[in-house]
């Protein structure tokens, strides 16, 4: 039985961490994709870097792309029982912007939860993951970093529990400004911009449900769940799609997107419009259901 402490969460210096990491993504390196020479490498150095600082060895496991090569980054944290759950962030941007939602809070959200369970039980196997070339033009192809490893992991024969993919976790408005696919959705959802959503297809349902109510549980934000058929609402555009097609259960954590966030893959996207504050209590929320399950 792993007893669930909240002692070695210490706010203030996730948000300070949160906020480190998004700066040195957004503002020193910025666009990182692979027409902006260096940047991808860069980006992966710094991923690496932070990984190894925590005590973890990282895996690179690198694929050509475009005439180029291209790195996922794996570091493993072993579990006391079986099973395995895996994390993961996509860390490129398309190009013209810095990325600093999309997706720059995730992936330091993944440096942050990487971190708190370097010291920290867990009943599960976590791999937590940084993926390359989420974004067009590889997005749903066999060179999009996700489908990468999650075709590895299939040919290892490694059964996965499900995968949590961290899609824009930065982007929070007390405003009613906050859109839906469909109209009447904003009958039963909230008008305000200001919670944290879990979606998912029907196959990964258990697991919307589980870190719906885990966030809610464990932090001080409101989150909200969406499962339904894998083409609508938006909830295939992240790195959960590559597991789904690969026959493996996933779930998108995210702040919606497109749906609140109209500096989505625009030069705007930059540091100043992030709430580092919720951020960290979302991190918060998927530490401690991760250490529950």
Request: a neutral charge; one cysteine or more.
């Amino acid at each position: 039985m792993i007893k669930i402490e909240s002692s070695h969460f210490q706010k203030e210096a996730v948000i300070e961490n949160l906020y480190r990491h998004v700066e040195y993504l957004s503002v020193k390196i910025g666009e990182r994709h692979l027409w902006k020479e260096g940047s991808l490498e860069r980006t992966a150095d710094y991923i690496e870097s932070a990984f190894t600082s925590y005590g973890y060895s990282v895996w690179r496991q690198t694929y050509p792309c475009y005439g180029k090569k291209v790195s996922n980054l794996i570091v493993e944290k072993k579990g006391e029982d079986e099973g395995t759950v895996v994390i993961g962030a996509h860390y490129d941007t398309v190009p013209g912007t810095p990325g600093a939602d999309d997706n720059g809070s995730a992936v330091a959200g993944l440096l942050e939860l990487a971190r708190l369970h370097r010291e920290a039980p867990n009943k599960k196997t976590l791999l937590f993951v940084a993926f390359a070339n989420e974004e067009p033009p590889c997005f749903g192809f066999p060179n999009m970093g996700s489908m990468i490893y999650a075709k590895h992991l299939k040919e290892q024969r490694r059964p996965v529990e499900v995968m949590v993919s961290l899609e824009m976790i930065g982007f929070f408005r007390p405003e009613r400004i906050q859109n839906y696919p469909l109209p009447g959705m904003s009958l039963f959802y909230p008008k305000t911009a200001d919670f944290i959503g879990v979606v998912g297809n029907f196959r990964s349902s258990k697991y919307v449900s589980l870190f719906k109510k885990g966030i809610r549980k464990h932090s001080a934000i409101n989150a909200r769940a969406l499962t339904g058929p894998e083409f609508f609402g938006g909830i295939s555009l992240s790195d959960n799609f590559s597991f789904w097609r690969h026959g493996y259960k996933a779930i998108m954590v995210t702040d919606t997107s497109f749906f609140r966030n109209r500096n989505y893959h625009q030069e705007t996207d930059t540091i100043d419009t992030l709430d580092f504050d919720k951020m960290a209590e979302v991190v918060k929320g998927v530490h401690y259901t991760l250490r529950e399950f």
